[in-house]
C-alpha cells in the first residue's frame, strides 16, 4: 500500500518553513501532494498559477507533487487517496487553530489522520505574513524564501512602488 498524505496551504509564498516541513513529510510517506489552495474569499498577493509556479521551483523532493485545489481539504485527500494530512506547528499560537480545523476535518471524514510536524527552530518565527511585509518595504528576505521566490518578491513589490527592478 503505498502511503499518501497532503500538506494543504496558501503559500503565498512559499518560505524555507514550508519546505522544511514538506521534506520532512516526503521522508515519511511514499507520496505527498502539495495542495495550493485556490481561495476566492482571501486576496492573494500572488496568483494561483504565480504560487504554483513558485512552489514547483523550490520543492526538490521526488516523490512530492505539487497542484492546486479548491474546496475542502479532506474531500481532496479523500480523491488523492491519502491516509493524512500534514500541518506544520511554528508556536502555541498555531495550535488553537489546527485543533478546531482538526475537529472538524475529523467530523467531516474520520479515516484522514492529522500529522503535526513542528517547524524547525531556524523557521519558527517565519510567515508568508512576515516575508510579504519585510519585502514590502525593501528589506532582504533571501534567507526566508528560496531564489525564485524572492526574485518574484522583488518583482512584484518594484512593480507596485513604479520602481523598475534591479
Not at 51 to 65: C, F, G, Q, W, Y
Not at 89 to 109: C, I, P
Request: net charge neutral; hydrophobic share 45%; charged share 25%.
Amino acid at each position: 500500500m503505498v502511503r499518501k498524505a497532503i500538506y494543504p496551504g496558501s503559500f503565498d509564498p512559499i518560505t524555507f518553513g514550508h519546505l522544511d516541513i514538506i521534506h520532512r513529510a516526503a521522508n515519511l510517506f511514499d507520496h505527498v501532494y502539495v495542495a495550493v489552495l485556490h481561495n476566492t474569499q482571501k486576496q492573494a498577493l500572488f496568483t494561483v498559477d504565480e504560487r504554483l509556479e513558485m512552489m514547483k521551483a523550490s520543492v526538490t523532493a521526488e516523490n512530492v507533487t505539487c497542484e492546486v485545489f479548491e474546496g475542502l481539504a479532506v474531500e481532496y485527500a479523500q480523491r488523492r487517496a491519502a491516509i493524512a494530512m500534514v500541518r506544520g506547528l511554528r508556536a502555541v499560537s498555531d495550535f488553537e487553530a489546527e485543533l478546531k480545523m482538526a475537529t472538524a476535518n475529523r467530523h467531516l471524514n474520520a479515516d484522514i489522520e492529522m500529522i503535526y510536524l513542528m517547524t524547525s527552530s531556524e523557521h519558527s518565527f517565519l510567515s508568508s505574513s512576515i516575508v510579504k511585509e519585510v519585502a514590502s518595504l525593501g528589506g532582504n528576505v533571501d534567507g526566508w524564501v528560496p531564489a525564485p521566490v524572492s526574485a518574484r518578491l522583488k518583482e512584484k513589490f518594484s512593480r507596485k512602488e513604479g520602481r523598475k527592478s534591479p
